[in-house]
C-alpha cells in the first residue's frame, strides 16, 4: 500500500523548535520529489520546502522559511524530515508531506504543528 505518514506535530513556544517526519510505504523517496507543504486555517495549502531526487538531493525552501526550516532524507529509514527552528506563530498550520513523480502526486493525511505561548 502506497502512503505517507507524518508525524512530529504539536504544541510549541514561539522561537522554539520542532522536528516532523514523513515515513513512506510503497515506494522509494530518493526516486521522488518530495516536500512539505502547509495550510493555515483560513488559508490555502502553500509549499514550504522540497528536496530532489538522487542520493542526497538539493533543497529548497519558501522565502518565508528560509534560514529556519531545513529537509532532509533519510533513504536507509524511507523518511523525509523537516527541521523547523526560531517558530512563529505564523507558522501555525497543518503539515502535509508531498511526494511528485511525473504525473503522480502523492499526499500524506498532515500534521497539526500550533505555535503558540
Known amino acids: 500500500q502506497v502512503q505517507l505518514v507524518e508525524s512530529g506535530g504539536g504544541l510549541v513556544q514561539p522561537g522554539g523548535s520542532l522536528g516532523l517526519s514523513c515515513a513512506a510505504s510503497g515506494i522509494i523517496v530518493s526516486q521522488y520529489v518530495m516536500g512539505w507543504y502547509r495550510q493555515a486555517p483560513g488559508k490555502q495549502r502553500e509549499w514550504v520546502a522540497s528536496i530532489t531526487v538522487g542520493s542526497s538531493g538539493s533543497t529548497n525552501y519558501a522565502d518565508s522559511v528560509k534560514g529556519r526550516f531545513t529537509i532532509s532524507r533519510d533513504n536507509a529509514k524511507n523518511t523525509v524530515n523537516l527541521q523547523m527552528s526560531g517558530l512563529e506563530p505564523e507558522d501555525t498550520a497543518v503539515y502535509y508531506c508531498?511526494?511528485?513523480?511525473?504525473?503522480?502526486?502523492?499526499w500524506g493525511k498532515g500534521t497539526l504543528v500550533t505555535v503558540s505561548s
Open positions: 508531498h511526494a511528485v513523480l511525473f504525473t503522480r502526486n502523492l
